[in-house]
T-cell receptor, first 112, second 112 residues
Framework: QKEVEQDPGPLSVPEGAIVSLNCTYS??????FMWYRQYSRKGPELLMY????GNKEDGRFTAQVDKSSKYISLFIRDSQPSDSATYLC????????????FGQGTRLTINP | DVKVTQSSRYLVKRTGEKVFLECVQD?????MFWYRQDPGLGLRLIYF???????EKGDIPEGYSVSREKKERFSLILESASTNQTSMYLC???????????FGPGTRLTVL
């Protein structure tokens, strides 16, 4: 079993829809949680960062962490065609030497 | 603004050639990382470095070596390129109190 599981999709939704992207993990030591967005043929860019449990909002994006369920989510409101990309979750543990464990990524397409 | 640059966007090499991939960051980060990204396999860590002249093996170091002579520069070396090293290579840097990493644009390497 992988340490981090993420549905690779592909996921296709109409413009304006609310998108929910999710990851589950098995290591209870994970404390830092990140979401990266990767456009085709580009490097991943950091989208959201959360420490421990709770919600964090940034514009149309909300990151949610539920440590009791070992489950993290990224919500995108009012989705736009420019949100079409692969979204990767990543996480790490304290004393983890800043090594990140990544999900496989979910490919998302927003249809105009 | 955070900046990680990689020496080439696209590279084509022949089997058996020695290949150098270079990465430079301007954020004064202590940590630097090399990953490869392949469809269906996600991001896999090859090597990382905590400091100048320090290096640690990641999950798939075989066939690769690294060099970090200056804090801002981290090189990945393929001593004798093979076709199974055809991949997207991504460099990242990170540091400070969070575990966030910042990625370069990637080098798409093809070994013929």
């Amino acid at each position: 079993q992988k340490e981090v599981e993420q549905d690779p999709g592909p996921l296709s939704v109409p413009e304006g829809a609310i998108v929910s992207l999710n990851c589950t993990y098995s290591n209870s030591a994970f404390q830092y949680f990140m979401w990266y967005r990767q456009y085709s043929r580009k490097g991943p860019e950091l989208l959201m960062y959360t420490y421990s449990s709770g919600n964090k909002e940034d514009g149309r994006f909300t990151a949610q962490v539920d440590k009791s369920s070992k489950y993290i989510s990224l919500f995108i409101r009012d989705s736009q065609p420019s949100d079409s990309a692969t979204y990767l979750c990543a996480m790490s543990a304290p004393q983890g030497a800043q090594k990140l464990v990544f999900g496989q990524g979910t490919r998302l397409t927003i249809n105009p | 603004d955070v900046k990680v640059t990689q020496s080439s966007r696209y590279l084509v090499k022949r089997t058996g050639e020695k290949v150098f991939l270079e990465c430079v960051q301007d954020m004064d980060h202590e940590n630097m990382f090399w990953y490869r990204q392949d469809p269906g396999l996600g991001l896999r860590l090859i090597y990382f470095s905590y400091d100048v002249k320090m290096k640690e093996k990641g999950d798939i170091p075989e066939g690769y070596s690294v060099s970090r002579e200056k804090k801002e520069r981290f090189s990945l070396i393929l001593e004798s390129a093979s076709t199974n090293q055809t991949s997207m290579y991504l460099c990242a840097s990170g540091g400070g109190s969070t575990d966030t990493q910042y990625f370069g644009p990637g080098t798409r390497l093809t070994v013929l």
